[in-house]
T-cell receptor
Framework: DTGVSQNPRHKITKRGQNVTFRCDPI?????LYWYRQTLGQGPEFLTY????????KSRLLSDRFSAERPKGSFSTLEIQRTEQGDSAMYLC?????????????FGPGTRLTVL | AQTVTQSQPEMSVQEAETVTLSCTYD???????LFWYKQPPSRQMILVIR??????QNATENRFSVNFQKAAKSFSLKISDSQLGDTAMYFC????????????FGAGTILRVKS
């Protein structure tokens, strides 16, 4: 399977702890996106990378959130000092980054529960 | 503001029948793309169908077709010959090419196919 993979699939943590999620995009996809999905809602954009450059961050991404994509391959999303409001599904997507229709392909997500 | 509205929180359909899911959106841009994604229970989101806004012809993918009304900013999804495997949450989304290709999603419609 050469789709987008995310790890871990589930994470339970206590309020105030730091967590880190990983996303491995489809090979040779230049763009990588992070979205957050809360229960009963559609995904909301957080940030995206073109290769290793982080080109846009949503206002939803507070100072406690940081994302990286070293060498333009996998990406990590870290949340520091987690709060209960951070509980959500964190989705990663990748796209070729070229062509007239740059379709995004999604991973299975990481479900975060903050106690 | 870029928004997507899915006015039907839940829908149900009998197996083999046809169902239409509604979607309206709001944007002042002209160059954009529209998508329907499917998220089965506890499974990852997959692309169902996409439509380029500059194309007048409605997109079709096997049993799935769209009714794209650009002036009305409407983008409905028709599923013909519904199958049990079509049971899922369906998200309507659009993407503006100049805005980093990030997707803006609606809140989703839960579709249940009954046998």
């Amino acid at each position: 399977d050469t789709g987008v993979s995310q790890n871990p699939r589930h994470k339970i943590t206590k309020r105030g702890q730091n967590v880190t999620f990983r996303c491995d995009p489809i090979s040779e996809h230049n763009r990588l996106y992070w979205y957050r999905q809360t229960l009963g809602q559609g995904p909301e954009f957080l940030t995206y990378f073109q290769n290793e450059a982080q080109l846009e961050k949503s206002r939803l991404l507070s100072d406690r959130f940081s994302a990286e994509r070293p060498k333009g391959s996998f990406s990590t999303l870290e949340i520091q000092r987690t709060e209960q409001g951070d509980s959500a599904m964190y989705l990663c997507a990748s796209s070729p980054g070229q062509g007239s229709t740059d379709t995004q392909y999604f991973g299975p997500g990481t479900r975060l529960t903050v106690l | 503001a870029q928004t997507v509205t899915q006015s039907q929180p839940e829908m149900s359909v009998q197996e083999a029948e046809t169902v239409t899911l509604s979607c309206t959106y709001d944007t002042s841009e002209n160059n954009y793309y529209l998508f329907w994604y499917k998220q089965p229970p506890s499974r990852q989101m997959i692309l169902v169908i996409r439509q380029e806004a500059y194309k007048q012809q409605n997109a079709t993918e096997n049993r799935f077709s769209v009714n794209f009304q650009k002036a009305a900013k409407s983008f409905s999804l028709k599923i013909s010959d519904s199958q049990l495997g079509d049971t899922a949450m369906y998200f309507c989304a659009f993407m503006i090419m100049e805005y980093g290709n990030k997707l803006v999603f609606g809140a989703g419609t839960i579709l249940r196919v009954k046998s």
